[in-house]
């Protein structure tokens, strides 16, 4: 049995909306995926996990690459991050 199976989940954080979906947004996968820093996760065809760090993101977004709902999602994503302190943000791609 995995870690997760004895976490107890108090509350679960989902949001209000969906942001915006990796898994059917190739252009935008293939984008991140060449960010320094990144970490993708997953079998041999796809990708079930990318891990952006969050300077190299910012550093990304500056340049205005992607359509505006998606640069606002990832801008908020980016708050909520720094809100934790942390470095990295985990978007799980199913």
């Known amino acids: 049995m995995g870690v997760r199976a004895y976490l107890q989940i108090t509350e679960p954080e989902v949001a209000d909306e969906a942001t915006f979906s990796l898994w059917h947004n190739q252009a935008l996968l293939e984008q991140l995926e060449d960010l320094p820093g990144t970490k993708v996760m997953g079998g041999e065809f796809d990708i079930d996990f990318i891990e952006l760090n969050i300077a190299a ?10 359509e505006e709902d998606i640069t606002e999602a990832l801008q908020k994503d980016i708050q909520i991050t720094k809100a ?3 470095e990295y943000i985990l ?3 199913y």
């Open 84 to 86: 934790k302190s942390q």
């Open 91 to 93: 978007y799980h791609c």
């Open 57 to 66: 993101l910012e550093e990304l977004l500056q340049s205005n690459p992607f």
